[in-house]
Structures are given as structure tokens and as C-alpha cells.
T-cell receptor, first 109, second 113 residues
Framework: QKEVEQNSGPLSVPEGAIASLNCTYSDRGSQSFFWYRQYSGKSPELIMFIYSNGDKEDGRFTAQLNKASQYVSLLIRDSQPSDSATYLCAVGSWGKLQFGAGTQVVVTP | GAVVSQHPSRVICKSGTSVKIECRSLDFQATTMFWYRQFPKQSLMLMATSNEGSKATYEQGVEKDKFLINHASLTLSTLTVTSAHPEDSSFYIC?????????FGPGTRLTVL
């Protein structure tokens, strides 16, 4: 059974602080790793993807991948109230994505 | 990012009827599209992979005769929920793959009475 695990939260973060989200996966053959943001009742929005070990930065977001530990994380710097949402980790093999249950983030003013 | 549309955004139907949901890639060609389903408070579950010009491949536990998929062109895939029942009520979301990224449509909320 291939699994993608995330802490469900909620993760409460003060405005302006860094939110740190974690994700582990079981399939060592996974090739691609995505972070999506989903607002309640809406479809997921792609934040960023990462394929190689290490860090990848895009604006306020940084994804970190460690394939040996089967671990991928997302850092959100300078968190804003508009960042309050559920963050989905998705792990891909041959185009198919398997999603974690998501971590709810609440940014408090 | 690339744009994927879905129609309709919301549908309410009676039990036993069939519902068709369209997924279009608006600014790119997608040889592969994916259909997901999301129940309340749960994550997305892949239902099937839609391939242009060939039969869709379904995930384990998904009835192919109930969820008919047609990938008619490089920009259009349709999902038909046949003889819908209340337990089919869910949020159906398609996605299209462009090389390295996968973008999602806005979703279709299906309610079966």
C-alpha cells in the first residue's frame, strides 16, 4: 500500500512567522513531489514541485526533498492570513499522483 | 500556470440518472488527463487516467462501467457517472499533465438526491 502521510493539524502560525509542513511517503520509486494549496470547497492550486534532493525556493515558499529519508517539506515564510488553507502533499510516479490527507494551516493576525 | 476548465461546476440530479462532466485544457494539449474524487474532509483519490485515443485505465476499486471516460481530443476528456446514486455525491476534479507539472480544474460538485 503506497502511502503519503501528513500531520492533519491545524497548524497555527502567527502572521509574519514561518510555517513548516512535513510529508513522508512510502514508495521509494516516487519520482516527483508536489505541494498544493486547497481552500475549503475549492480545487487544489499548485504551489510548487520538486524532483531532486535539496531545496527549491519560489518566492515565500521553499520545498525540501530528502529521498533517502523519504521526506518532503514545505516552508512558508512571512505567513499571511491568506495562506490559511489546507496544504496537500502529492507524490507522483509515471504521472499519477497520490495525495496526503493535507495539513490545515491557520495564520493568525 | 496552465488553465484547466471543468463544466458544470455544480450539478444536482436524481438517483438513477447519468451525469456528464467535461474537462478541458484551455491553453495546452494534454495527452493525459486524470480524474480524482474527493469526499468531505478527505484527500483526493485518483479514479482513472484518461489517455487520448485509447481506453482509460482505472484504479483498483473504481467501476469502469459506472464511471465512463472518453478522451475525445487533446483538449477534452469527459467523465460520465452512469446511474448515479447518493453515495456518488462528491467533488470530482480533473487534472491535466504538461510535461513536468499537473494542473487541476476547478472541480464539479455532484449531489445525487
Amino acid at each position: 500500500q503506497k502511502e503519503v502521510e501528513q500531520n492533519s493539524g491545524p497548524l497555527s502560525v502567527p502572521e509574519g512567522a514561518i510555517a513548516s509542513l512535513n510529508c513522508t511517503y512510502s514508495d521509494r520509486g516516487s519520482q516527483s513531489f508536489f505541494w498544493y494549496r486547497q481552500y475549503s470547497g475549492k480545487s487544489p492550486e499548485l504551489i510548487m514541485f520538486i524532483y531532486s534532493n535539496g531545496d527549491k525556493e519560489d518566492g515565500r515558499f521553499t520545498a525540501q526533498l530528502n529521498k533517502a529519508s523519504q521526506y518532503v517539506s514545505l516552508l512558508i515564510r512571512d505567513s499571511q492570513p491568506s495562506d490559511s488553507a489546507t496544504y496537500l502533499c502529492a507524490v507522483g510516479s509515471w504521472g499519477k499522483l497520490q495525495f496526503g490527507a493535507g495539513t490545515q494551516v491557520v495564520v493568525t493576525p | 500556470g496552465a488553465v484547466v476548465s471543468q463544466h458544470p461546476s455544480r450539478v444536482i440530479c436524481k438517483s438513477g440518472t447519468s451525469v456528464k462532466i467535461e474537462c478541458r485544457s484551455l491553453d495546452f494539449q494534454a495527452t493525459t488527463m486524470f480524474w480524482y474524487r474527493q469526499f468531505p474532509k478527505q484527500s483526493l483519490m485518483l479514479m482513472a487516467t484518461s489517455n487520448e485515443g485509447s481506453k482509460a485505465t482505472y484504479e483498483q476499486g473504481v467501476e469502469k462501467d459506472k464511471f465512463l471516460i472518453n478522451h475525445a481530443s487533446l483538449t477534452l476528456s469527459t467523465l460520465t457517472v452512469t446511474s448515479a446514486h447518493p453515495e456518488d455525491s462528491s467533488f470530482y476534479i480533473c487534472s491535466a499533465k504538461t510535461g513536468t507539472e499537473q494542473f487541476f480544474g476547478p472541480g464539479t460538485r455532484l449531489t445525487v438526491l
